[in-house]
């Protein structure tokens, strides 16, 4: 009677602790690890909402940059940090959605090893092609491939980069034989483009809308699930025929799993929160965000989504990590 009674009295107690515990949060200044080098995308949205995170929680957002490892090494850091609320990551793409069919011992787990809070935004890339090639519309780019097997070479950033696997997706949706040309870094990808040495690439936007706008480049088509706000005249590739088309680079927030979930949802309203803020949407949609916002439990199943169709990319060509 008295074990029972002890065991009821601490079931109680224990559940009174996780609403003081939300109630107290945060009780020192949070860690917010960027996996990759200051300077790039993922650090300016990171900095950005970690400012106005901070000024909602009433403790420093502490941006932490571990680069290293493709990213994983920061990613593995978090993975294994106490889970209290205290060190969280701004997860990416490449590590959680492309990574694990890429490489064979990641320090963690995507989906086990995380308590997802949100998605902070997309950012789509661009299908562009040189003027010499004869097509002026994705359906008419489409219809040339076809005619012209392992004739087109499109550019990327690297092997196994998000261009790269949008290409081996295309080719496996369409049913074309585009030949993967990769380059050390999108400068010089993008410099043979506008020489003609290669026909077409999936690019961010900064890197060569000013070219499209010259008539250097011609856009085709977008990879987002919707038109870009920033070029609002470019379909979709979803739209010009291939449903479901999507190859945008996605960035999220994660606490290690075991985090409680009280402070999950108070994190995830806050982020939320701070997505909505007028002067927040304007910063990081004019260097070519898309804000999304979102539950938790959205955010992990989009992740799981996306291990699974990149997977299947992957596989299908072959494509091996360097």
């Known amino acids: 009677m008295l074990k029972s009674l002890g065991v009821l ?12 515990f939300a109630q107290t949060y945060p009780t020192k200044p949070i860690r917010l690890i960027v ?14 909402i970690g400012q106005k995170l901070g000024d909602a929680l009433g403790q420093q957002v502490v941006i932490d940059n571990r680069s290293g490892g493709n990213g994983n090494i920061g990613m ?16 990416y793409i490449a590590n959680l959605g492309i990574g694990p069919s890429l490489f064979a011992n990641l320090p963690f787990d995507p989906v086990k090893d995380y308590a997802p809070i949100t998605q902070l935004a997309v950012s789509p890339n661009i299908f562009v092609a040189h003027p010499a090639v004869p097509a002026k519309s994705f359906r008419e780019f489409i219809t040339y491939a076809k005619a012209n097997p392992k ?22 949706a369409a049913g074309i034989e585009m030949q993967h040309v990769p380059y050390k870094g999108s400068g010089q990808a993008v410099i043979d483009l506008l020489a003609g040495q290669v026909q077409v690439m999936f690019s961010g936007l900064s890197s060569v809308m000013p070219h499209t706008k010259a008539g250097k480049l011609r856009p085709l088509a977008m990879t987002g699930a919707q038109r870009s706000a920033a070029a609002p005249e470019v379909p979709t590739i979803a739209e010009s025929g291939f449903p479901g088309f999507e190859a945008a680079a996605w960035y999220g927030v994660l606490a290690p799993a075991g985090t409680p979930k ?14 909505k803020m007028p002067d927040v949407k ?3 949609e004019n260097v070519g965000f898309e804000l999304v916002g979102g539950t938790p439990d959205a955010f992990g199943a989009y992740i799981q989504s996306e291990i699974r169709k990149w997977a299947k990319v992957v596989k299908a060509s072959g494509v091996k990590a360097e």
């Open 282 to 284: 304007e910063r990081l």
């Open 35 to 48: 996996p990759f080098a200051p300077g790039g995308s993922t650090d300016t949205l990171a900095r950005t």
């Open 9 to 20: 009295i601490g079931s109680v107690l224990l559940g009174l602790a996780a609403p003081v």
């Open 262 to 275: 009280t402070v999950i949802v108070r994190l995830n309203g806050e982020i939320v929160r701070v997505l």
């Open 151 to 172: 004739k087109i070479n499109y550019a990327s950033a690297a092997v196994a980069s998000l261009g790269h696997l949008a290409g081996e997706l295309l080719n496996t």
């Open 76 to 91: 593995g850091i978090v993975a294994h940090a106490a889970p209290d609320g205290h060190t969280l990551v701004l997860g």
